[in-house]
């Protein structure tokens, strides 16, 4: 809802400049279209972010669900590795060969 509130803004400012500025036809729009550019732009970002934060989410959703998840070249369950829900990394437990490793769990698959 914001993106279609931007580009109201946007053609909204489009009017302003053809009816209230001396610029030229060339120039307002490459001006619209920078702006609408930068709009499509922040778009793209954040379904990209979306979607990886989900990736993540269901990542951590296995762990809790105590199933073992390939991170790299280690394989991270919750008898080797406590979970850091504030970074969402997993930490390697005392008395086992990973101990004090951390791992994103944005590099999970």
């Known amino acids: 809802m914001g993106y279609l509130t931007a580009i109201a803004i946007v053609a909204i400012l489009f009017m302003l400049m053809h009816y209230f500025t001396e610029l030229t036809h060339t ?8 702006l609408l550019g930068f709009i499509l732009f922040a778009w793209g970002y954040n379904l990209y972010k979306a ?23 280690y394989d991270v369950n919750q008898t080797n590795f406590s979970l850091s829900v504030g970074t969402y990394t997993f ?11 951390m791992i994103s769990a944005y590099d999970c698959e």
């Open 27 to 34: 120039q307002k729009i490459t001006i619209t279209a920078t």
């Open 51 to 73: 979607k990886e934060r989900e990736k993540m989410l269901d990542i951590v959703v296995k762990y809790k669900q105590g199933k073992t998840i390939r991170c790299g070249k």
């Open 91 to 101: 930490i390697g437990k005392e008395n086992t060969p990973y101990y004090a490793m």
